[in-house]
């Protein structure tokens, strides 16, 4: 990795931090640039603009989240919605680890620039899309080993799980407790049994 690159990332991972403890909005430029020890008015030799720095900050929180969501829900040594409990647990203890302040950085951009609409929306969406798409196919995989139904709507699950995770998140943040997450994972598995049981 060249000289320029690390130093693109440094400003990335830095800028991450900073946004995550503090929004996209109340995070200047310069605060940045200090925090990843680059001198001032440097941030456009990088990124084209404040918006384009969000975008790739965008793409980062999904593939570091991504990340996460794989190592748990691609481990096919595990049953599948053991894989989703276990999900469910890290976050769980992680959240706690962090005194319930940060939440998901995707959740929280989304509540912040879902109003700027354009490509904002767009890339927030497609981050979404895309850790939904680990869930379904964690439920695919219950499916195939006769955990759920064959007729069981595994889309609409995927989607029903990540918004009750996104939901309880944002209330923990609230409350600054892990009530809301212990509430949507007994609730989530009950739905997930009945729907097992009927098989």
């Not at 991504?66 to 989703?84: A, N, S």
């Not at 992680?94 to 509540?111: A, E, V, Y």
């Not at 195939?144 to 995770?165: E, Q």
Request: charged content about 20%; aromatic content about 12%.
């Amino acid at each position: 990795m060249s000289v320029q690159a690390k130093t693109r990332d440094t400003i990335l991972r830095k800028g991450a931090e900073l946004v995550h403890a503090g929004g996209f909005s109340s995070t200047g430029l310069q605060q940045i640039l200090t925090a990843a020890g680059v001198p001032k008015g440097s941030f456009y030799f990088y990124f084209k603009s404040k918006e384009d720095f969000g975008l790739e900050l965008i793409d980062y929180f999904a593939a570091v989240i991504g990340g996460i969501f794989q190592r748990f829900l691609g481990d096919e040594t595990v049953p599948p919605l053991v894989r989703l409990k276990n999900l469910l647990t890290y976050y769980e203890s992680l959240f706690k680890k962090g005194g319930w302040r940060l939440g998901c950085p995707i959740g929280n951009l989304s509540l912040e620039l879902s109003d700027a609409g354009g490509r904002y929306g767009e890339r927030l969406a497609a981050a979404v899309d895309a850790l939904v798409m680990y869930i379904q196919n964690s439920l695919d995989d219950a499916k195939r080993a006769g955990d759920l139904p064959g007729d069981f709507n595994t889309a609409d699950a995927a989607r029903f799980f990540f918004h009750g995770f996104e939901g309880a998140i944002m209330h923990m943040k609230v409350i600054k407790s892990i009530e809301p997450l212990r509430i949507f994972r007994k609730s989530i598995f009950l739905y997930l049994s009945a729907a097992g049981a009927k098989n």
